[in-house]
DNA sequence: AGAATCTTGGAAATCGATTTCCAAATAATT
DNA sequence: AATTATTTGGAAATCGATTTCCAAGATTCT
């Protein structure tokens, strides 16, 4: 009931130290000998002696606390993320704080407070597609925490960032498409305040120019995220005149949303029309037919984002770095979405 | 650079107050006159002052933290869950550490050995498939610290528990089953230390005893969980002498590995083969043919486990009463793999 | 007016680990 | 033997918010 917690005090008591000397014992410090250090741990043990982070944090002034905020933890992407992060933090006796923003401005918002209070040492973030404004990430380090963004990144804001080759990785897929015999490739984007989407949009249009084709306008869209959104513009677009042969997304869930446009329409897939997405959303290869997608090496991207923070920041002796964005290589995968017949 | 951190002291400094009557106008005590309370709010934001949680945690002897440990956070199932979790936790001003066992048993000792250093005050946890001792979480009560096991639990640890109605649920799904015709039902389990998985067991048992029927000893098979495992040993069945003509399975995944056993030996599913699998996984309509399946409301059940914290353990007079499971109703949904054509 | 009841506000202890600054005691060196 | 290093260990301050115990001043009641 009312027993009381067993301190270092208790385990000095005991053995007839001071909690000093416990405290040390505890931490490996040097000047304690390895049959003292035996001796205290045993105690510790015996008593049920458990740490008390508060205590040391509040000493310390940090928490090792790693807070981590995304849209959504069950899409692949952000939950491959995550592991990565988990793994690299875990080595380093950081614990995780996740949160999610449901893509919802206000919910990150609530997120970052909750973080801020919580003395997180850094955030590490993937901004939400409401999310314009810079203020509230801004928040973040007026309060002294560190502050990485991944994959979604605002640009205008000076912080360290790691990335996909997003525009690479695009400018190959569309080449790929090309390759295969698509002629008239659409594109199907994010919102237009998000770097990321517009990064893959140039890789799209730089590959689209150096193969000398010109496209109608109407096949770069925008702001056309998600399965709704990208089911209803493909439609639109498939059901016109002169319609794409082939749609590269920036996402998965566009993908699909193209997939069910082209069946509801009778379009063959892939022989009528190529279908790349990005992510690797673990429901393409279990779909019919299968589809092709960017895989974003989600874990290692996670821990490079948690090695950055360990490597660089922890002893930011000079913080005002200015941040190169730091680059995870991606990898298309080929699936029967954009296997066009006679390109075997 | 070295600017020190604002206080309550610096807040009482500068308004001439003293640092305790600044902490109780921040906390809203009601002898506080609301002119002061908005005074000292107004100074506080001024001086971006921020709230020590180390220090008021170290005071207050909690850290209104709760620990969440799943499997792993991509699965449907999961994701909802820790949203429900989430939702609640937030609105009592309490945030969330989240772990991954990825199924092994290590790893969740070491997320509880991490929770329990990190002083969370109760813990929330799935346990992995791994897990058939109930040492390492009685290390977590043994330490003081609240447990709840939620959907997948280990039953000789007396804890408070929230899970599904799995035996109603199971027996439900079955007797679809039957009523649409099939008459073969072969089950698919999880590994024999897990309650969860023999509920659901005993519902399909009860479902086919209640009808009468008698089904071959190995149409019952248990251990099986995962797609690997459900395909190989559906494909066993399917080819012997006297195959079954339907699947229940504890898990999506299983359905699944069901589905690609069944395509590969070119079984109609759903007119020869029906398919129910337990969970909802965003997958499972995506494919074709949709798979059947046991929604759980897992939002719903986090929620449920959240609250239970809140309102029964949180004031815990008297501990150790004995903790009867809270049931959260499921759902069955049927798609395309049970609809069985003659039925329709 | 005198007593009783609120209000408004302060002093100081407390939570538990860490850490700085010292002081013995022992060992090593000249 | 005297001096310098090196161990071994303690005293006490510190981190920042909370909270218990009190004390004036203001208000109400008999």
Excluded at 326 to 338: A, M, Q, T, W, Y
Aim: hydrophobic share 40%; glycine share 6%; proline share 3%.
């Amino acid at each position: 009931m009312g027993k009381k917690r067993v301190t270092i005090y208790d385990i000095a008591a005991e053995l007839g130290f001071t909690a000093s000397y416990v405290s040390r014992a505890l931490n490996g410090y040097p000047s304690v000998s390895p049959a003292i250090v035996a001796l205290v741990k045993k105690k510790a043990t015996e008593l049920n002696y458990k740490h008390n982070s508060s205590a040391a944090n509040l000493r310390q002034g940090h928490s090792k606390t790693i807070g981590v905020i995304v849209p959504h933890i069950n899409q692949s992407f952000f939950s491959d993320a995550i592991a990565g992060i988990e793994e690299i933090c875990f080595e380093h006796g950081h614990s995780l704080v996740i949160c999610q923003s449901h893509e919802s401005q206000k919910q990150e918002n609530l997120a970052i407070e909750t973080l801020i209070r919580q003395n997180v040492d850094c955030i590490f973030i993937s901004v939400s597609i409401e999310t314009q404004s810079t203020t509230n990430l801004e928040e973040i380090t007026n309060n002294d925490i560190g502050l990485i963004q991944f994959d979604r990144y605002l640009d205008p804001l000076k912080s360290n960032i790691v990335i996909n080759d997003n525009r690479q990785a695009s400018f190959d897929a569309v080449k790929r498409m090309l390759n295969d015999g698509y002629k008239r490739i659409a594109f199907l984007g994010g919102p237009h305040h998000m770097k990321i989407f517009n990064d893959r949009k140039e890789g799209y249009i730089e590959a689209i120019k150096q193969a000398g084709l010109t496209l109608p306008d109407n096949f770069t869209v925008t702001n056309v995220l998600g399965k709704e959104a990208a089911m209803q513009m493909s439609r639109e677009l498939l059901t016109a005149a002169e319609p794409p042969d082939a749609f590269f997304t920036v996402s998965d869930h566009q993908s699909l949303g193209v997939l069910l446009a082209a069946k509801s329409l009778s379009v063959n897939v892939p022989e009528n029309l190529g279908i790349i997405g990005f992510a690797n959303e673990s429901f393409t290869e279990l779909i019919s037919p299968a589809l092709s997608s960017i895989d974003q090496h989600g874990k290692e991207l996670g821990r490079t984002t948690a090695s950055l923070y360990f490597t660089k920041m922890i002893n930011n002796t000079n913080a005002s770095l200015l941040p190169e964005p730091v680059i995870v290589k991606s990898d298309l995968i080929v699936r029967e979405s954009s296997a066009k017949i006679n390109s075997l």
